[in-house]
């Protein structure tokens, strides 16, 4: 029961999150491309590409990286000053990209 | 006496620094070298700057070391400076910064006659057994496109010259250029031959008909300026690093160094960076522009090459475009914000233009309005926010509007069959997104267009059908719209698109004038 009712929070929160490609476009235009790039990354590069992975995975990672329980140094810098919101959205637009 | 002072000032600077070095020759060449590989094809072997800004003792002075280190690590967002973490060790970047701040402008390293024959690469021996035709469906050479991918950092596996079929928007050939290829110009004589210059000074030669590089030579450390002769028998490259240009032949055998220097406007005697080379469909010449000497030379293609030296230009020189079947030539000043109209028979100058805040005229672009020859220049700077497209009589040589639109421009796209001329936006903000669109007739912006990326060096296809731009940076992908409706109809993929550059300008010499008779 307790479960079932943390799941509809869940799934009521992400839905008031509605998470927006846009804004997610926007974000990771300024934020990921950079190194990650938008559909693929450089052939030079040594970053993994974030288009079309998993959505879940992408925000567990990203989260993971803000809270710094999980470690980098470039990214807990840069993925320190993401919103949940932020994050969702960053998410939903590179798991939809191919 | 001053002269003399200045040299002996020179020299003593030389031995103190050989001094200096002696102790720590081991480390520093290494820097050197950790330079060359990763950061001189923008900034400039000798460290003054290219196509991205100096980085050296001066110019870095004061700037806090963890800041120049992160910059870096992270790139720089809405420039080309991508990221250097996990590229390079932390320990290299940190000397690096260290190296940068403690190194002055170097000078100019040579690079003789000698050094480029012995780089000249031979891919394909004989040349006999390339393909009579192309081994790709396409209607005619002049459809074809070619895109400078500079690749994400200026060199690697990114960088290529890419070729397009501008009518069904698919690549035919992809041209491994090792570092930034900058310009692509084709040999208006014989539709086989391409070449590309890269921003490390290497010319590829392309056959197009089996899209291989057949051989390469390198003309110098940095600058994009590449020129090739309306018969297509010669070539001229121009170098920023060192002060020179070379004259080849279409076997990219060097024939004839020319020493760049002068005396510029102010009387004073430079040694100056090569702007642009331009062949002409008027004669067999070649004019280069000396950017700091504020000169124009004229180089007949004979016995010899003599050069004729038109002097008092402008300050600071950089681009220019033809018109008047090539016999007219105008050339962007930068620092005094006008054209300079040269007439390539007299070689004289014909009139000073007034241009908008840093005239970067691009490859120029000039169409035919009631009767009218008009040249659209666009303009880099940003003063006062007074940013405008100029645009003048070429005929009469007269300025008719300087049009409003919302940056700084730097390169202008016009077909004879299109309506509208392109400018591309490079203010670096959201507005770097956008190219706008001037309505030849009216002279006014009709429209602002979202390419995504950013969006620069917009160019038609041969047909005028269809508008290519670059969407640069983060967006990599070049993207197609209709000249006419102004919908996407395609979109390219590739790694930091730059220059654009159509087969078509062969036949119209600058876009925009008649693609069926020379105008």
């Given at each position: 029961m307790k479960l079932l009712f943390i799941s509809v929070f869940?799934?009521?929160?992400?839905?008031?999150?509605?998470?927006?490609?846009?804004?997610?476009?926007?974000?990771?235009?300024?934020v990921c491309s950079q190194c990650h790039g938008v559909r693929t990354t450089s052939a030079e590069a040594p970053f993994p590409p974030l288009a079309g992975r998993d959505k879940e995975y992408l925000k567990m990672a990203?989260?993971?990286?803000?809270?710094?329980?999980?470690?980098?140094?470039?990214?807990?810098?840069?993925?320190?000053?993401?919103?949940?919101?932020?994050?969702?959205?960053?998410?939903?637009?590179?798991?939809?990209q191919k | 006496?001053?002269?003399?002072?200045?040299?002996?000032?020179?020299?003593?600077?030389?031995?103190?620094?050989?001094?200096?070095?002696?102790?720590?020759?081991?480390?520093?060449?290494?820097?050197?070298?950790?330079?060359?590989?990763?950061?001189a094809s923008c900034h400039g072997s000798d460290h003054g700057g290219y196509i991205a800004p100096a980085i050296n003792s001066e110019t870095l002075k004061g700037r806090s070391p963890t800041a120049l280190r992160s910059l870096i690590m992270t790139g720089s967002f809405e420039t080309l400076m991508p990221p250097f973490y996990g590229r390079l060790k932390d320990a290299d970047?940190?000397?690096?910064?260290?190296?940068?701040?403690?190194?002055?402008?170097?000078?100019?390293?040579?690079?003789?006659?000698?050094?480029?024959?012995?780089?000249?690469?031979?891919?394909?021996?004989?040349?006999?057994t390339l393909p009579s035709k192309p081994i790709y469906q396409i209607d005619s050479m002049d459809d074809l496109i070619g895109v400078a991918a500079r690749g994400k950092y200026g060199r690697g596996n990114g960088s290529k010259a890419i070729f397009i079929n501008s009518k069904t928007h698919k690549i035919v050939g992809e041209i491994d250029t090792g570092t930034a290829a900058h310009i692509i110009d084709f040999d208006p004589a014989n539709s086989r031959w391409a070449y590309v210059k890269t921003d490390t000074a290497e010319i590829y030669k392309v056959d197009l008909?089996?899209?291989?590089?057949?051989?390469?030579?390198?003309?110098?450390?940095?600058?994009?300026?590449?020129?090739?002769?309306?018969?297509?028998?010669?070539?001229?490259?121009?170098?920023?690093?060192?002060?020179n240009a070379v004259i080849l032949n279409s076997d990219l055998e060097p024939l004839k160094l020319i020493e760049l220097e002068g005396v510029d406007p102010d009387g004073k005697m430079v040694s100056s960076d090569s702007g642009m080379i331009i062949g002409t469909p008027f004669a067999d010449i070649f004019a280069i522009a000396l950017e700091n000497a504020g000169q124009v030379w004229v180089v007949d293609l004979k016995d010899g090459f003599p050069i004729t030296k038109i002097k008092n230009?402008?300050?600071?020189?950089?681009?220019?475009?033809?018109?008047?079947?090539?016999?007219?030539?105008?050339?962007?000043?930068?620092?005094?914000?006008?054209?300079?109209?040269?007439?390539?028979?007299?070689?004289?100058?014909i009139k000073k233009l007034k241009a908008g805040c840093v005239p970067h005229v691009g490859g120029g672009a000039a169409v035919k309005v009631n009767?009218?020859?008009?040249?659209?220049?666009?303009?880099?700077?940003?003063?006062?926010?007074?940013?405008?497209?100029?645009?003048?009589?070429?005929?009469?040589?007269?300025?008719?509007?300087?049009?409003?639109?919302?940056?700084?421009?730097?390169?202008?796209?016009?077909?004879?069959?299109?309506?509208?001329?392109?400018?591309?936006?490079?203010?670096?903000?959201?507005?770097?997104?956008?190219?706008?669109?001037?309505?030849?007739?009216?002279?006014?912006?009709?429209?602002?267009?979202?390419?995504?990326?950013?969006?620069?060096?917009?160019?038609?296809?041969?047909?005028g059908k269809f508008l290519y731009v670059s969407a640069g940076y983060a967006g990599d992908e070049v993207v197609v719209f209709d000249s006419f409706s102004l919908k996407k109809v395609a979109?390219?993929?590739?790694?930091?698109?730059?220059?654009?550059?159509?087969?078509?300008?062969?036949?119209?010499m600058t876009r925009g004038l008649s693609p069926d008779e020379m105008e």
């Open positions: 869940l799934l009521s929160i992400s839905s008031v999150q509605a998470a927006s490609i846009y804004a997610g476009k926007s974000k990771a235009a300024v990203l989260r993971q990286y803000r809270d710094k329980t999980r470690l980098s140094e470039i990214m807990n810098n840069i993925a320190g000053s993401l919103t949940d919101k932020d994050i969702n959205n960053i998410a939903n637009y590179y798991s939809r | 006496m001053k002269k003399i002072i200045k040299v002996n000032q020179t020299l003593m600077a030389g031995v103190a620094s050989l001094f200096l070095l002696a102790g720590t020759v081991q480390a520093k060449s290494d820097m050197h070298q950790l330079y060359e590989d990763n950061c970047i940190r000397a690096m910064v260290k190296y940068l701040q403690s190194t002055p402008k170097q000078n100019n390293p040579p690079w003789t006659i000698k050094d480029m024959k012995k780089s000249l690469k031979i891919y394909v021996k004989d040349e006999s008909f089996s899209m291989k590089a057949v051989r390469s030579i390198k003309t110098g450390y940095n600058g994009p300026a590449l020129g090739v002769s309306r018969d297509g028998k010669y070539l001229m490259a121009g170098s920023f690093v060192p002060h230009v402008g300050r600071h020189l950089h681009d220019a475009f033809l018109t008047h079947k090539g016999r007219k030539l105008m050339v962007a000043s930068y620092d005094d914000s006008i054209v300079i109209a040269i007439d390539l028979k007299t070689r004289k100058i009767g009218r020859t008009l040249g659209f220049g666009t303009n880099f700077g940003t003063c006062n926010n007074n940013t405008v497209v100029s645009v003048w009589d070429l005929d009469k040589m007269e300025v008719v509007k300087q049009i409003p639109v919302s940056g700084g421009t730097e390169s202008p796209a016009a077909h004879a069959n299109a309506p509208y001329v392109a400018v591309d936006i490079i203010t670096k903000d959201r507005r770097a997104r956008t190219i706008q669109l001037i309505d030849k007739k009216s002279l006014k912006v009709v429209k602002t267009l979202d390419v995504g990326g950013h969006a620069y060096f917009p160019e038609y296809s041969a047909d979109s390219i993929q590739m790694e930091s698109p730059a220059g654009i550059f159509s087969r078509g300008r062969v036949k119209y």
